[in-house]
Nanobody, 119 residues
């Protein structure tokens, strides 16, 4: 079993910054992809950014150039640095991690952290 602990959400004014963290623990032999998704009220959950074990990164077009995803493999932690935040970035942000452990590959989701950007 894998546990994910997210932190760093909150309320910020437009143009401000926040940094989200996602720490993974549990029965993990290796971590493949670490990513962030977000879901606004009434909308589907969409990819924000993802970083693979080899370092390749994907960003949603809407956050390209404003958000930066990174990971610290020694700490099994992913980060999402969010700059130049806009009201449309308001959503619950979820961490998603793909790991390999005693039971094979496993996809785990965090509990979500609220990000609210005021205009």
């Amino acid at each position: 079993q894998v546990q994910l602990v997210e932190s760093g959400g909150g309320l910020v004014q437009a143009g401000g910054s926040l940094r989200l963290s996602c720490a993974a623990s549990g029965s993990i032999n290796s971590i493949n992809t670490m990513g962030w998704y977000r879901q606004a009220p009434g909308k589907q959950r969409d990819l924000v950014a993802a970083i693979r074990n080899g370092g390749s990164i994907d960003y949603a077009d809407s956050v390209q150039g404003r958000f930066t995803i990174s990971r610290d493999n020694a700490k099994s932690t992913a980060y999402l640095q969010m700059n130049s935040l806009k009201p449309e970035d308001t959503a619950i942000y979820y961490c998603k991690v793909t790991t390999y452990g005693p039971r094979g590959y496993l996809v785990s989701w965090g509990q979500g952290t609220q990000v609210t950007v005021s205009s």
